[in-house]
T-cell receptor
Framework: GEDVEQSLFLSVREGDSSVINCTYTDSSSTYLYWYKQEPGAGLQLLTYIFSNMDMKQDQRLTVLLNKKDKHLSLRIADTQTGDSAIYFCAERESNYQLIWGAGTKLIIKP | NAGVTQTPKFRVLKTGQSMTLLCAQDMNHEYMYWYRQDPGMGLRLIHYSVGEGTTAKGEVPDGYNVSRLKKQNFLLGLESAAPSQTSVYFC??????????FGPGTRLTVT
């Protein structure tokens, strides 16, 4: 079946950039997503990118998509303590189903 | 708008007991979903609905039932709870895809 993989942890210093990586297997994916989950909360959609795009930027967030390598990344500029969370990558398999990565826990060091 | 709400937030069940989790959305979304989240794993789709009166199985439907009698509500039932169903359950809704909006989750422990 289709699969989405992410590293489980990323540690960065406050003020640095964070880059969270994700690989996926379904080359026919139309949308790829980044969700954020803060402790004890539900998932919040951060951004998504359509498969015909290479890059999408939204304030401190930059999403890069390399379709050839099936690689998606999320860059957070000037990382703050409020960015501490688990970040999930997901690909859209159908109208109704997303395939989810296991999540990357972003740890911010002062 | 409250968005997506879930009731209850926490629950402890004994093996064999039954319960129903309620999800409500006020965004007039057609599609609704139930997921479970387990440590070190992504979300797994249990059941989903593409409209009032319809339901369909997702990736891990065994041991669960659902109903969508009203467009704004999606119920998840556990008829005979098992320890393997200890998890955090999330409801989501969308109209149309691609975006899904999530509720705050229900933490269920089965002893």
């Amino acid at each position: 079946g289709e699969d989405v993989e992410q590293s489980l942890f990323l540690s960065v210093r406050e003020g640095d950039s964070s880059v969270i990586n994700c690989t996926y297997t379904d080359s026919s994916s139309t949308y790829l997503y980044w969700y954020k989950q803060e402790p004890g909360a539900g998932l919040q959609l951060l951004t998504y990118i359509f498969s015909n795009m290479d890059m999408k930027q939204d304030q401190r967030l930059t999403v890069l998509l390399n379709k050839k390598d099936k690689h998606l990344s999320l860059r957070i500029a000037d990382t703050q303590t409020g960015d501490s969370a688990i970040y999930f990558c997901a690909e859209r398999e159908s109208n109704y189903q997303l395939i989810w990565g296991a999540g990357t826990k972003l740890i911010i060091k002062p | 708008n409250a968005g997506v709400t879930q009731t209850p937030k926490f629950r402890v069940l004994k093996t064999g007991q039954s319960m129903t989790l309620l999800c409500a959305q006020d965004m007039n979304h057609e599609y609704m979903y139930w997921y479970r989240q387990d440590p070190g794993m992504g979300l797994r789709l249990i059941h989903y609905s593409v409209g009032e009166g319809t339901t369909a199985k997702g990736e891990v439907p065994d041991g669960y039932n659902v109903s969508r009698l009203k467009k704004q509500n999606f119920l998840l039932g556990l008829e005979s709870a098992a320890p393997s169903q200890t998890s955090v359950y999330f409801c989501a809704s969308s109209y149309p895809p691609p975006e899904q909006y999530f509720g705050p989750g229900t933490r269920l422990t089965v002893t």
